[in-house]
């Protein structure tokens, strides 16, 4: 498909490593404790973590190989996650 | 005194919503099917408010026992409860989700970042968008080649 997956949480290395471990993702996992990134593409998800940490809320945007959005989602309801479907249909409209 | 017999509607009922609201996150949320929207959890909620609605109907039958009016009573609030507490952790608590008006829009340039991978190595957003796939690997192509696209996909996480 060509298309990079990056997953970006504020889990540390050694938690995505886990995780990774486990669940078998050989593709990038990125570390955002301080919530750098997510800051930045405005996702912060105040005090929804343990403890009260803030955290992102789920979201998902596909770059084209310059680096601009062609598709988003934003969910509204947090169980709802974009299908590897409609991922892919996206990703299909990127050539 | 005649015995009376076990009211097994009213209890399976009750336990039966119990386990409706517990599968939704432990079972249900591993499917997207059952994910996106509840409906398995919502059916199991309407077997067991069926079960109940039975159960009720038989404790408060006259030849029945003040105790398992009482009982079924009970079991029959909890379960309206655990049904409400169900539909506020699905359809209301996980819509508190920030307005997120400034996150890139499509058509925008997406912001750069650099962050630490799991190799504890610093990896920027260019770097992602330019650096060749090892894995896609047919030399009859050329070899590795830079990504058509990069997917961002921001999660809640573990912590």
């Known amino acids: 498909m060509g298309i990079r997956p990056v997953a ?7 938690e995505s490593r886990d995780l990774c ?13 301080n919530l750098e990134a997510i800051r930045r593409y405005d996702l912060v998800h105040a005090g929804q973590g343990i403890n009260g940490h803030d955290i992102a809320r789920p979201a998902e945007f596909l770059l084209d190989s310059s680096g601009t959005v062609r598709w988003r989602m934003l969910t509204e309801n947090y169980w709802v996650r974009a299908t590897p479907q409609q991922i892919l249909d996206a990703a299909k409209a990127l050539r | ?15 039966l919503s119990i386990f409706a609201f517990l599968s939704y996150p432990l079972v249900f949320v591993n499917w997207p099917v059952t994910r996106n929207f509840p409906w398995a959890n919502l059916l199991l909620f309407a077997i067991a408010a ?10 408060f039958a006259p030849d029945r026992r003040r ?22 952790v699905a359809f209301v608590a996980s819509k508190w989700l920030p307005a997120s008006t400034g996150a890139p829009q ?10 630490v991978d799991t190799n504890d190595k610093s990896v920027s957003l260019s770097e992602l968008l330019s650096s060749p796939i090892k894995s896609v690997p047919p ?7 830079a990504p058509k696209g990069v997917l961002l996909i921001f999660y809640r996480g573990y912590w």
């Open chain 1, 8 to 14: 970006i949480s504020v889990d540390s290395p050694q």
């Open chain 1, 21 to 33: 471990q486990k669940a078998g993702y050989t593709f990038t996992f990125l570390s955002d404790p």
């Open chain 2, 1 to 15: 005194m005649k015995i009376q017999r076990f009211n097994w509607q009213i209890w399976t009922g009750f336990v």
């Open chain 2, 50 to 59: 069926l079960l109940l609605f039975i159960g009720v109907r038989r404790a």
């Open chain 2, 67 to 88: 105790i398992s009016k009482i009982v079924s009573s009970v079991l029959a609030t909890l379960s309206v409860l655990v049904l409400g507490m169900f539909i506020f």
């Open chain 2, 106 to 115: 499509v058509g925008q340039k997406a912001p750069d970042f650099t962050l």
């Open chain 2, 139 to 145: 030399a009859s192509t050329g070899g590795p080649r």
